[in-house]
């Protein structure tokens, strides 16, 4: 599962520009730190939202 190229992410973010953002990305990575147990799935997806709605990120990585 490869993870997401910056042109998909610009694009992503120029397309939800101005509108409400109901769309959170993850990768393999994300979910390999939920399944080893650095994070819970919680925490996880309450990080991804907080940056959504505070940011305007579709994708943060986790556990980097």
Known sequence: MASF???TLD???N???GSRNNLI?????????IFDGR???SDALIAK???AEQEGRCWLPLGR
């Open 5 to 7: 190229d910056d042109n």
């Open 11 to 13: 694009h992503l973010a």
């Open 15 to 17: 397309v939800a520009r």
């Open 25 to 33: 990305l993850l990768d393999a990575q994300d979910l390999i730190a």
């Open 39 to 41: 994070m819970t799935l």
């Open 49 to 51: 939202i907080d940056a």
